[in-house]
């Protein structure tokens, strides 16, 4: 099975800021790596897919990048409803793992 | 609109069954894979189970497997999960996600319901 680890486990940040949460496969993925925002109370969002397309109506502040093994999502000039909780997803291969999450807070 | 609205999450003892229903509008259903997702109480994402648009091929995560089985009813827009010999480790949010193709290979979780609670206690 292919194990994804992130990073930081949480981070604090003030509105204005870039914050950029790191993804790790245990193994090459290609591009197979979709990002997602999870607010309290609420399902999951996609927010990125195949590691760096924009889903649709997703702001223009999230990008992704990365191929193989490690991944970056980046927002830029992070906003109040930003803060939630970040998960990649390998889907190359099943079980379509996740990550243990990236908790974004204000500072 | 797309909506996937999931039901029939209980309280059920250690060793018992419960079967849960995901009702899909608003796509073809048919022409979607489906997952199961679920969250544990104040805990990550855990990827349960797939199901092909035509109900084979299905894959199950190991900590389900032999437990819990998948399955849909193109006919009736739904997908399944039967869980049965549940366990306290099973107590979690369960979420059906739709996969997404487009132009990629592999897909996304491009729509979501609300989740159904399933809680595993005596």
């Known amino acids: 099975d292919i194990q994804m680890t992130q990073s930081p486990s949480s981070l604090s940040a003030s509105v204005g800021d870039r914050v950029t949460i790191t993804c790790r496969a245990s193994q090459s993925i290609s591009t197979y790596l979709n990002w997602y925002q999870q607010k309290p109370g609420k399902a999951p969002k996609l927010l990125i897919y195949v590691a760096s397309s924009l889903q649709s109506e997703v702001p223009s502040r999230f990008s992704g990048s990365g191929s193989g093994t490690d991944f970056t999502l980046t927002i830029n000039s992070l906003q109040p409803e930003d803060f939630a909780t970040y998960y990649c997803?390998?889907?190359?291969?099943?079980?379509?793992?996740f990550g243990p999450g990236t908790k974004v807070d204000i500072k | 609109e797309v909506q996937l609205v999931e039901s029939g999450g209980g309280l059920v003892q250690p060793g018992g069954s419960l079967r849960l229903s995901c009702a899909a509008s608003?796509?073809?259903?048919?022409?979607?894979?489906m997952n199961w997702v679920r969250q544990a109480p104040g805990k990550g994402l855990e990827w349960v189970s797939y199901i092909s648009s035509s109900g084979s091929p299905i894959y199950y995560a190991d900590s389900v497997k032999g437990r819990f089985t998948i399955s849909r009813d193109n006919a009736k827009n739904s997908l399944f999960l039967q869980m049965n010999t549940l366990r306290a480790e099973d107590t979690a949010l369960y979420y059906c996600?739709?996969?997404?193709?487009?132009?990629?290979?592999?897909?996304?979780?491009?729509?979501w319901g609300q989740g159904t609670l399933v809680t595993v206690s005596s």
């Open positions: 997803q390998q889907s190359y291969s099943t079980p379509r793992t």
């Open positions: 608003g796509f073809t259903f048919s022409s979607y894979e």
């Open positions: 996600a739709r996969g997404y193709y487009g132009n990629s290979a592999y897909p996304r979780f491009d729509y």
